[in-house]
């Protein structure tokens, strides 16, 4: 065969086993069915600027809300929070995984078997964000100790540097969830909710009260108000309903002056106060 017959046939080959590749590669594709196009993995941001702000998707902002809430109630130093919340990152990435290691569970990998509680206790966020407080608390020397340190202390791990992986962006989401920087967590909500009116408005109040307490949040149909002693707490408060808003279906947070939408995912200032500036109110999908 000539050279030039030869090489012919070779290309002919060549497009005959492309062609099948290819339809080989689309035929998987479709019976896979990808998601397309597939969403950011990240709806919220935390922290008072660009430069200086902390990506988190939407559960992870609510389980660091919490995590804060708790801290707060309980009174303990911003330092214990940022502590807490770099080692539920480490721990679960802010998750609240439902087991691990061995028969670690939860946020920061807590083991029934190490005397932490039961596993339903361990498994709710609150629970076991008090029991780590009481944990660091009892560490002598914990606030001049750093992050990774402190939290070695109460978890021993098999990486007691690890944590400190996760101080910087720990105190960037404390700072804000405490209210010492307003107007810095901001979330957008792409997900429908699983519940809409006073059933959502009930919800939210629900959630409200496990975090803060009993007596917290005033419920009127399609919101919740809450009121609030000074800018910080109300600041603690918007906060913390901007980052469970997706799975409270939560639409719009005003504070005095200050709104968040849903659809913005931002803070804007308003011409004029559109809530008391000790309220801070939040409106639920209708």
């Given at each position: 065969?000539?050279?030039?017959?030869?090489?012919?046939?070779?290309?002919?080959?060549?497009?005959?086993?492309?062609?099948?590749?290819?339809?080989?590669?689309?035929?998987?594709?479709?019976?896979?069915?990808?998601?397309?196009?597939?969403?950011?993995?990240?709806?919220?941001?935390?922290?008072?600027?660009?430069?200086?702000?902390?990506?988190?998707?939407?559960?992870?902002?609510?389980?660091?809300?919490?995590?804060?809430?708790?801290?707060?109630?309980?009174?303990?130093?911003?330092?214990?929070?940022?502590?807490?919340?770099?080692?539920?990152?480490?721990?679960?990435?802010?998750?609240?995984?439902?087991?691990?290691?061995?028969?670690?569970?939860?946020?920061?990998?807590?083991?029934?078997?190490?005397?932490?509680g039961t596993a339903e206790?361990?498994?709710?966020?609150?629970?076991?964000?008090?029991?780590?407080?009481?944990?660091?608390?009892?560490?002598?020397?914990?606030?001049?100790?750093?992050?990774?340190?402190?939290?070695?202390?109460?978890?021993?791990?098999?990486?007691?540097?690890?944590?400190?992986?996760?101080?910087?962006?720990?105190?960037?989401?404390?700072?804000?969830?405490?209210?010492?920087?307003?107007?810095?967590?901001?979330?957008?909500?792409?997900?429908?909710?699983?519940?809409?009116?006073?059933?959502?408005?009930?919800?939210?109040?629900?959630?409200?009260?496990?975090?803060?307490g009993d007596s917290t949040?005033?419920?009127?149909?399609?919101?919740?108000?809450?009121?609030?002693?000074?800018?910080?707490?109300?600041?603690?408060?918007?906060?913390?309903?901007?980052?469970?808003?997706?799975?409270?279906?939560?639409?719009?947070?005003?504070?005095?002056?200050?709104?968040?939408?849903?659809?913005?995912?931002?803070?804007?200032?308003?011409?004029?106060?559109?809530?008391?500036?000790?309220?801070?109110?939040?409106?639920?999908?209708?």
């Amino acid at each position: 065969m000539r050279k030039g017959a030869v090489l012919a046939a070779g290309f002919m080959a060549f497009v005959v086993l492309a062609g099948v590749g290819i339809f080989t590669v689309v035929k998987m594709l479709g019976d896979v069915q990808l998601p397309l196009p597939i969403p950011s993995a990240y709806q919220c941001k935390v922290g008072p600027g660009p430069d200086d702000q902390v990506k988190l998707s939407a559960g992870q902002a609510a389980n660091a809300a919490t995590i804060a809430a708790v801290g707060i109630r309980r009174g303990v130093p911003k330092q214990a929070i940022v502590v807490a919340l770099a080692t539920a990152w480490q721990e679960s990435d802010l998750e609240n995984l439902s087991g691990g290691d061995r028969d670690s569970i939860g946020l920061f990998q807590q083991r029934p078997s190490q005397g932490w509680g039961t596993a339903e206790q361990i498994a709710d966020p609150r629970y076991a964000a008090g029991r780590f407080y009481s944990a660091l608390l009892k560490v002598k020397g914990w606030q001049e100790m750093r992050v990774t340190d402190a939290a070695q202390a109460v978890q021993r791990s098999a990486y007691p540097e690890a944590y400190e992986d996760h101080a910087a962006d720990s105190d960037v989401v404390a700072t804000a969830l405490i209210g010492d920087a307003g107007g810095s967590v901001g979330c957008t909500v792409e997900d429908d909710p699983a519940e809409r009116g006073p059933a959502a408005a009930q919800a939210l109040i629900q959630g409200l009260r496990l975090d803060w307490g009993d007596s917290t949040g005033k419920l009127d149909a399609n919101s919740v108000a809450v009121t609030v002693k000074n800018e910080k707490s109300g600041w603690q408060y918007a906060h913390w309903l901007v980052a469970h808003a997706t799975e409270r279906g939560v639409t719009q947070v005003t504070f005095g002056a200050n709104q968040w939408t849903a659809e913005s995912g931002t803070w804007t200032r308003a011409s004029a106060e559109s809530a008391p500036g000790t309220v801070v109110v939040a409106d639920v999908h209708a």
